[in-house]
């Protein structure tokens, strides 16, 4: 009979909670936008190759092919700080005649929107997995009946010249609700 008294005294102090000790779960704090942000670490594509806004033809196409060593890059594109391996030419990539290309195996001009078959030249398997998707990242919808299918092309994630991954400071584990609850259950 006592014991039955204390459960009820017990149930009636939880349900109306008198002191209001229940009030133990704060809201989460906010999530920052910056972690569900999908745009890749390059930001977007530009429209076209250019520099400052500049398209590269606009100062190239009016100059004569230069007397520059190729394997410079000469002091106006200084800034151009090129670290990728064994790949030290700029013409390994772009198109020494048409500068606002890229250059092909046999020199084909290379269109900007096509910039992948510029790193596929030399990067057969990662163009192959991108192409399955099994590389680089898709955006949108599976079902493309519902929305479009974006692919990331291969320089909004890795800097052109320097195509190595810069150190990336990790977002925050999750802490939602769900996840506190999830863990107390285990
Ligand atoms: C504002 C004018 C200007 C624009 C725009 C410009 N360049 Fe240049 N670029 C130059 C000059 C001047 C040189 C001569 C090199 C030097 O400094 O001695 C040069 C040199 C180069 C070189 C070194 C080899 C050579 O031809 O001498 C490359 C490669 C190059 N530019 C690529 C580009 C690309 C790619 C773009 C567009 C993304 C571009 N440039 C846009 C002015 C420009
Ligand atoms: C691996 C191929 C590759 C090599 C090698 C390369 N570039 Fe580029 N370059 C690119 C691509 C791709 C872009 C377009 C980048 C973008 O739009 O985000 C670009 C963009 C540029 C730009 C415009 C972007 C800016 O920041 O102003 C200039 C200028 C340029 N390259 C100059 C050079 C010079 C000079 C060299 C040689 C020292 C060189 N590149 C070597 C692939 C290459
Ligand atoms: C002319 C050949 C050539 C082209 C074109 C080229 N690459 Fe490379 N890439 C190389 C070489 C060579 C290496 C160095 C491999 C090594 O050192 O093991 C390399 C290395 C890399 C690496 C690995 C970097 C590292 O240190 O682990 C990435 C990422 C990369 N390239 C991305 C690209 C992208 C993106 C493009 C197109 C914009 C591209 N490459 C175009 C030849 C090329
Ligand atoms: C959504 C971003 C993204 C896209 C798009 C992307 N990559 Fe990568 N790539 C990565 C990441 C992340 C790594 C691993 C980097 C690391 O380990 O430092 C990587 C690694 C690489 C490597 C080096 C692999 C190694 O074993 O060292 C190459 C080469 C490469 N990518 C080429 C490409 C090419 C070519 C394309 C386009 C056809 C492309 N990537 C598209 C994100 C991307």
């Known amino acids: 009979m006592a014991a039955l008294a204390a459960c009820i005294a017990a149930a009636l102090y939880f349900w109306f909670d008198p002191l209001g000790a229940g009030e133990r779960t704060s809201e989460p704090p906010a999530v920052k936008p910056a972690y569900y942000d999908t745009t890749p670490v390059r930001g977007r594509l530009k429209t076209a190759l250019m520099t400052e806004g500049t398209p590269c033809g606009t100062c190239h196409d009016s100059m004569d092919p230069p007397a520059v060593d190729p394997s410079k890059r000469g002091t106006f594109h200084s800034q151009i700080v090129l670290r990728h ?8 990539c772009h198109n020494s005649g048409k500068r606002d290309f890229f250059s092909g195996f046999g020199g084909e001009p290379i269109p900007y929107s096509r910039v992948e078959t510029l790193c596929a030249k030399c990067h057969g398997p990662h163009y192959r997995d991108w192409q399955q998707g099994a590389h680089g990242r898709r955006n949108g919808y599976w079902n493309t009946a519902m929305g479009e299918r974006k692919t990331q092309v291969c320089i909004v994630c890795h800097d052109p010249h320097w195509p ?23």
Not at 85 to 92: D, I, P
């Open 164 to 186: 190595v991954f810069k150190p990336l400071r990790a977002a925050p584990a999750p802490r939602t609700l769900r996840v506190t609850a999830s863990a107390e259950e285990h």
């Open 85 to 92: 391996g064994a790949n030290v030419r700029c013409f390994n």
